[in-house]
């Protein structure tokens, strides 16, 4: 019997401006518009629904002038998907984009790498360098839920169910990783911040945020692997997947699109 396969959704709920030398190391010589969007990914079948991240709320992206457009959890709503139901989250690293409304899943058991925990925790948060894209109050309801028993712990690779895997990254943080998908168009991975761009890791260029550059250039071979071919690969934040794949139904246009089909390259 084969591996199964899901269906997986990148849900948009905030965006905001940039531009281009912003988002690379060593800046670049076009000083042009480089837009930013934030996503949550859903990945279910008939027998199992996981989330991948849970965004911020409406108080976070004020505080950080983010374009806020909805709470992932309605984002979820919208899919037919209610917060209460979701049992299984997989946090690819703790930045506040990416965890800030854990609390909105109080059912919820989140896989989190060991790496990830040891360095918000440690010493490398006295520096602003590090600490700026972290929320302490996020840090520490994560380490409240330690103590409940809903943080599921992973060093390196590791299976979440059939079909589903986590690999340690590194690189934009010491912690980060990334999810492999296993789609009825093959192995697709969800690089979340391991390439917030497609130029990233099409050029081989970094983002300014940055813990270990090495390991985030090294990383874009390690998503090369996993994926079937770079056009399984998702970038973290690039407006062109909203572009690139087809939207769920004509009604989430722009809100809403499918990754376990072809895109429109």
Known sequence: MGLPTYEIFAIK??????????HFIGGDPHDAPMPMDYFVWL??????LILVDTGFDAAMAAKRKRTFLRAPRDGLALLGVKAEAVREIIITHLHNDHVGTFFDFPNAVFHLQDEEMSFVTGRHMRH???NRAYEVEHVTGMVRLVFRNRVVFHRGDAEIAPGISVHHIGGHTAGLQ?????????????????????EHMEQGRGFPLMYHLGQALEGYDTLRRLADSPRHIVPGHDPL????????SP???????????????
């Open 241 to 248: 997947v909203m572009k690139r794949y087809p939207a769920v």
């Open 43 to 48: 990945v279910r079948n008939r027998e199992r």
């Open 178 to 198: 990334c999810v492999r998908v296993h789609t009825k168009r093959g192995w697709v991975v969800l690089a979340s911040d391991a390439s917030h761009y497609y």
């Open 128 to 130: 602003e360098r590090f």
């Open 13 to 22: 709920y905030a965006q905001r401006e940039g531009r281009r030398p912003d």
């Open 251 to 265: 009604e989430l246009d722009g809100i809403a699109v499918r990754l376990d089909v072809d895109s429109h390259e």
